[in-house]
T-cell receptor, first 113, second 113 residues
Framework: QQQVKQSPQSLIVQKGGISIINCAYE??????FPWYQQFPGKGPALLIAIRPDVSEKKEGRFTISFNKSAKQFSLHIMDSQPGDSATYFCAASPGLGNEKLTFGTGTRLTIIP | GAVVSQHPSWVICKSGTSVKIECRSLDFQATTMFWYRQFPKQSLMLMAT?????????EQGVEKDKFLINHASLTLSTLTVTSAHPEDSSFYIC?????????FGSGTRLTVV
């Protein structure tokens, strides 16, 4: 029940296109859903996060869509650029009070010219 | 923004020796820090939760005698890999929670030869 399932495992998108990565969870106690971007040899960096009281959050080219009833959330990257090529992880936790993060399996995104 | 500093960035050690990795919160106090391990092309796996002034909480399957964690102050947690073996070679990452979300260090690449 602690799992966060992420798909696809890898994704190739043309420059300027929309990249979409999906995650699903089972634990209804999860209350905080961040997305992280990781470049090779670096730690993950927080991109954007959402709480379940809203269905969408947008920050620049990055949007999280959240469907509480389906227990699914997704990351949309608009106008994808070669610099967006990285591995993306969704995650979930019961909150921000020193709770453990559960990570998805990761999506390797490649943006081609 | 809040910064988690991790040192060293990479280390090579001989089999049988011990290696210490430091994780510091630079501009905030962290009563709790988390230690993760990441194998190539895989997700982050939580190893242990480090609590200031008390014993760390280890995840199932993590050898507490091999991976010693000390959280001696509100800004410093250390992970010591004792009697390291080649199978301990991995990318180790720490994280902490400032006010607005989990922040990760830049990671330590450990290679045991």
């Amino acid at each position: 029940q602690q799992q966060v399932k992420q798909s696809p495992q890898s994704l190739i998108v043309q420059k300027g296109g929309i990249s979409i990565i999906n995650c699903a969870y089972e634990n209804t106690a999860f209350d905080y859903f961040p997305w992280y971007q990781q470049f090779p040899g670096k730690g993950p960096a927080l991109l954007i996060a959402i709480r379940p009281d809203v269905s969408e959050k947008k920050e620049g080219r990055f949007t999280i869509s959240f469907n509480k009833s389906a227990k699914q959330f997704s990351l949309h990257i608009m106008d994808s650029q070669p610099g967006d090529s990285a591995t993306y992880f969704c995650a979930a936790s019961p909150g921000l009070g020193n709770e453990k993060l559960t990570f998805g399996t990761g999506t390797r995104l490649t943006i081609i010219p | 923004g809040a910064v988690v500093s991790q040192h060293p960035s990479w280390v090579i050690c001989k089999s049988g020796t011990s290696v210490k990795i430091e994780c510091r919160s630079l501009d905030f106090q962290a009563t709790t820090m988390f230690w993760y391990r990441q194998f190539p092309k895989q997700s982050l796996m939580l190893m242990a939760t480090s609590n200031e002034g008390s014993k760390a909480t280890y995840e199932q399957g993590v050898e507490k005698d091999k991976f010693l964690i000390n959280h001696a102050s509100l800004t410093l947690s250390t992970l010591t890999v004792t009697s390291a073996h080649p199978e301990d070679s991995s990318f180790y990452i720490c994280s902490a929670i400032p006010n607005y979300g989990y922040t990760f260090g830049s990671g330590t690449r450990l290679t045991v030869v």
